[in-house]
């Protein structure tokens, strides 16, 4: 899973960067910091695994990964090329959703491009270049169609009048993602690779008060635009996060009990959390005495393509799938108690995956 984390500058998205993966890219207080789009690969923060690494007791764990790009900080007429804006757009594309990370604290440190804070203004600046950046990416392609479909090419005549009928809603402020199409037309649009038609993340940036004390009005507002767009959603401070990175494993969830943050979550934690259900995306589980994986699968997942995600002999040679749910198991408080009780079950190739579910798969090739 690749998030990529946009806003415009000094909305805190390196610092958040930094902390969530110790990533080193350069933070300042003011624009354009980061000139190329740093990357990492983030262990998910998960609980489960450290009952499991109880079960199977181990020699090695591998967690579930996400990979995050934190893109330099886009501006007002990003789209014409203002501020590098076209180079930080192309970087957009390789990602599969946006974590639109959006300043809801005030600093006297780090100056605020627009002068001062106000999420759904801010919010609405770099929607807007992603529209616009999409319209000139679509009047591009209208082009080519169109000399195309005067050589009498029919699909493109169909490609024309499809591109006119998105640009015409995106022109009006339409995601292109919340553009009612059938079947056929929304995969050649996503085939177009628009920016809008990509999921988005709300992430507010709020203060450290606003973690445990009473709701932030501030966040609250982006919280709002995210349900009205049907997006997701996820608040955190990225100076606690800094701050939490710093601390030894074992005393971060004091640390952040203490401040009061909800279920003594990290930030990270939320932001994969909103991600996760975001993407329709879910975590299973392999174990034995060598290794003990997390792995991510879409929802819907069917078992042996779940297997081939382990080796690509397990989905070849496919047989079946021995499983059993994390709360079965927790509850049951180990396999062989789960085999006494009936609850590892034998299942086919038709099996869709489900989040929590601890696997064995059986395979012959």
Not at 275 to 285: A, K, N, S, V
Request: net charge negative.
């Amino acid at each position: 899973m690749k998030l990529g984390l946009v806003g415009l500058p000094n909305a805190g998205k390196s610092t958040l960067f930094n902390a969530v993966s110790r990533g080193g890219a350069l933070t300042a207080a003011y624009p354009f910091t980061t000139i190329e789009p740093n990357q990492a690969r983030v262990a998910v923060p998960d609980a489960r695994l450290d009952f499991l690494k109880a079960v199977y007791s181990p020699e090695r764990v591998v967690p579930a990964s996400l990979e995050l790009w934190d893109i330099a900080g886009l501006c007002r007429g990003a789209s014409r090329g203002e501020g590098l804006g076209n180079k930080f757009l192309s970087h957009i594309r390789e990602v599969d959703a946006i974590a639109h990370v959006v300043r809801c604290f005030d600093s006297g440190d780090a100056a605020h491009p627009e002068g001062g804070v106000d999420p759904a203004r801010d919010a609405g600046i770099v929607n807007t270049e992603l529209l616009l950046a999409d319209l000139e990416t679509l009047s591009r392609r209208a082009e080519r169609a169109a000399r195309a479909a005067k050589a009498g090419e029919k699909s493109a005549a169909r490609e024309l009048r499809l591109i006119e009928r998105v640009s015409e809603a995106l022109d009006g402020g339409v995601f292109a993602r919340a553009i009612p199409l059938e079947a056929e037309d929304a995969e050649a649009v996503r085939a177009m690779n628009l920016l809008t038609s990509k999921k988005t993340l709300y992430v507010a940036n709020a203060s450290e008060s606003s973690l445990g004390g009473a709701p932030d009005p501030r966040a609250e507002e982006l919280k709002g635009l995210a349900a009205r767009e049907g997006a997701g959603f996820a608040l955190v401070s990225a100076r606690i996060e800094e701050e939490l990175i710093e601390l030894p494993e074992a005393e971060r969830a004091e640390f952040l009990r203490e401040l009061g943050a909800a279920g003594a979550e990290s930030g990270l934690s939320r932001l994969v959390g909103a991600g996760y259900g975001l993407l329709g995306r879910i975590r299973f589980y392999t174990g034995n005495a060598s290794e003990l994986h997390a792995w991510t699968a879409e929802e819907g997942t069917k078992a042996p393509r779940a297997a081939g995600k382990v080796h690509s002999d397990f989905e070849r040679g496919f047989i079946r799938a021995d499983v059993v749910s994390y709360g079965d198991l927790r509850r049951a408080g180990s396999l062989a108690a789960c085999r006494e009780r009936g609850l590892i079950r034998s299942e086919g190739r038709e099996y869709a995956m489900r989040d929590g579910d601890v696997a064995q798969f059986k395979f012959n090739v």
